[in-house]
């Protein structure tokens, strides 16, 4: 099983965009969830029989979503340690918005 833990701008089309990532690579997640915390939404999605380079790969891919900061990819076998793709949030402030 593999977790990829995200941090996306709160914004109403970040979490369409990480599902719809999924889904149009015919990958159905285990399970997904998300939750907004000081202008971040974080979304973890779970996924079961990927082979660990493919979830490298789809890791990175996410990483260069348009609002996505951060991706971290977790092998809950203990195969792999988490990697972090991308920038990590706690290191950027979200845009801000304009009035």
Known sequence: MHRFRIEALADPQSLP???GFFAQRAIV???LSASLDRGWMR??????NLAA??????AAKL???VA???????DSGG???AIPVGAPAS?????PVSP
């Open 17 to 19: 965009r990480v599902a």
């Open 53 to 58: 380079q493919q979830a490298a790969i789809l």
């Open 68 to 74: 996505i900061a951060a991706v971290e990819l977790e």
């Open 29 to 31: 997640p285990t399970s």
């Open 43 to 48: 979304i973890e999605v779970a996924v079961a």
């Open 63 to 65: 990483g260069e979503t």
């Open 91 to 95: 290191a950027r402030s979200p845009a």
């Open 79 to 81: 195969a792999m340690p």
